[in-house]
């Protein structure tokens, strides 16, 4: 391996850390934010951070059609969007921020549930077993009991479910649509749902918590860009795996910001979680040589539309 390659290998795992940071900090700031409604705090996120970014991303390519060549398709993974970033956000203002995280780590398993009736995959026994384990790693963290069980953890799940099938779904259709098309229609989707509700759950924002929301869109945009430059520094198996250092940040948040304990049950747990979404990314990397479909666990509006160079060999 040369100088060059081993540099960019050790680099993209580095600013991927820092693009997991920089999403916790993002989750923190929406979870401060609870006394607000989701579909408010979203709409203002996609204002500040995403809207100016994405319009220019789409008109600095060459477009021939925005017209979708898979319109159901195209809907319900704007629909699966939204749904994975409202039940994300709901659920960070009821639970806390380490059980969310653990939660929507089993994004990986989904995918790859989901992808055998979806896509005709064919799991071996090494991806069973992660399967298996990630399994096991949830039942631990909810212990479920009819007391234990919070709608935070159902929202949780549902959103780990709509992020898994929206991947799903960019998996079938990614290379026949155009990259403005797989990034505009989530972003109408989110602007139009939260602005149509905004009506109904407006609440009059003090200049601080205007400028929260306006962090969160800035955070949230600045993360994606480090994150995905980290992809195409180095492969998928070196830099997936540090989407898991969010764990230490919510517990770290958790405790300093909003008075949050953990149990040794939630970090047996989180252990065999992330055991198991490391397998599966390993797996597919290694197996496929390519960039795995695995993104991060947070559900936003991604911008990765499937068009990342190979990272080098």
């Known amino acids: 391996m040369s100088t060059t390659t081993s540099s960019s290998v050790i680099r993209g795992p580095?600013?991927?850390?820092?693009?997991?940071?920089?999403?916790?900090?993002?989750?923190?700031?929406?979870?401060?934010?609870?006394?607000?409604?989701?579909?408010?705090?979203i709409f203002f996120a996609m204002l500040f951070g995403y809207v100016p970014f994405s319009l220019a991303r789409i008109t600095?390519?060459?477009?021939?059609?925005?017209?979708?060549?898979?319109?159901?398709?195209?809907?319900?993974?704007?629909?699966?969007?939204?749904?994975?970033?409202?039940?994300?956000?709901?659920?960070?203002?009821?639970?806390?921020?380490?059980q969310v995280y653990v939660l929507l780590f089993t994004t990986p398993v989904m995918i790859s549930l989901l992808a055998i009736p979806i896509l005709g995959e064919k799991i071996h026994f090494q991806r069973w077993t992660a399967i298996i384990l990630g399994l096991i790693g949830v039942i631990i963290v909810l212990r479920p009991t009819?007391?234990?069980?919070?709608?935070?953890?159902?929202?949780?799940?549902?959103?780990?479910?709509?992020?898994?099938?929206?991947?799903?779904?960019?998996r079938k259709i990614g290379n026949q649509?155009?990259?403005?098309?797989?990034?505009?229609?989530?972003?109408?989707?989110?602007v139009l749902i939260a602005g149509a509700t905004l009506y109904f759950v407006y609440k009059p924002m003090p200049f601080n918590d205007l400028m929260a929301m306006f962090a969160v869109g800035v955070l949230g945009l600045l993360g994606q860009?480090?994150?995905?430059?980290?992809?195409?520094?180095?492969?998928?198996?070196?830099?997936?795996?540090?989407?898991?250092?969010?764990?230490?940040?919510a517990v770290l948040f958790g405790f300093i910001f909003f008075n949050e304990s953990i149990d040794q049950w939630v970090v047996v747990g989180s252990i065999i979680t992330?055991?198991?979404?490391?397998?599966?990314?390993?797996?597919e990397a290694v197996a496929s040589k390519t960039q795995p479909n695995l993104n991060t666990p947070n559900p936003r509006i991604t911008m990765d539309d499937g068009s990342l160079p190979n990272p080098p060999d």
């Open 14 to 41: 580095l600013i991927a850390l820092l693009g997991y940071f920089v999403f916790s900090t993002h989750d923190a700031i929406v979870k401060s934010l609870e006394n607000y409604s989701v579909f408010q705090t």
């Open 60 to 98: 600095d390519k060459r477009l021939t059609t925005l017209r979708p060549n898979n319109p159901a398709l195209v809907i319900l993974r704007s629909a699966l969007m939204v749904g994975a970033m409202c039940f994300a956000f709901i659920a960070f203002s009821i639970l806390p921020m380490v």
């Open 146 to 170: 009819p007391e234990s069980l919070e709608w935070g953890h159902i929202f949780s799940l549902i959103s780990a479910f709509c992020g898994a099938s929206a991947s799903i779904i960019s």
């Open 177 to 190: 649509e155009s990259s403005a098309t797989l990034i505009l229609f989530p972003l109408l989707f989110n």
């Open 225 to 249: 860009l480090l994150v995905l430059n980290s992809y195409r520094l180095s492969p998928a198996a070196f830099v997936a795996p540090m989407q898991y250092s969010q764990l230490i940040w």
């Open 274 to 283: 992330i055991a198991s979404g490391v397998m599966i990314v390993w797996r």
